[in-house]
């Protein structure tokens, strides 16, 4: 397994990986309406070579930080 580091202190905010069956692009240090940081993965399923590969799931993701709940 290779470990990568990327986040908001990324030179880019774009990580672009290209792996047997799909393209994983990681963009960071965004902000959703609320104003919360946010990260999107988009998986992309590989259809331009002789295979085709299915995604099974959200091809757009979006992970954002909780806001601390007030006491």
């Known amino acids: 397994m290779k ?3 990327h986040n908001e202190n990324a030179r880019d ?3 672009h990986i290209e792996t047997a ?3 994983v692009n990681i963009t960071v240090n965004l902000h959703n ?3 919360k ?3 999107v993965v988009e998986i992309i399923p590989d259809q ?3 295979e085709t590969w299915t995604l099974e799931g ?3 993701n979006r992970i ?3 806001w601390p709940i007030a006491r």
């Open 33 to 35: 309406a609320e104003g």
């Open 13 to 15: 905010n774009l990580l």
């Open 37 to 39: 940081p946010t990260t």
């Open 58 to 60: 959200s091809r757009n």
């Open 3 to 5: 470990c990568i580091i």
């Open 64 to 66: 954002m930080k909780d």
């Open 21 to 23: 069956g799909c393209i």
């Open 48 to 50: 331009y070579s002789n």
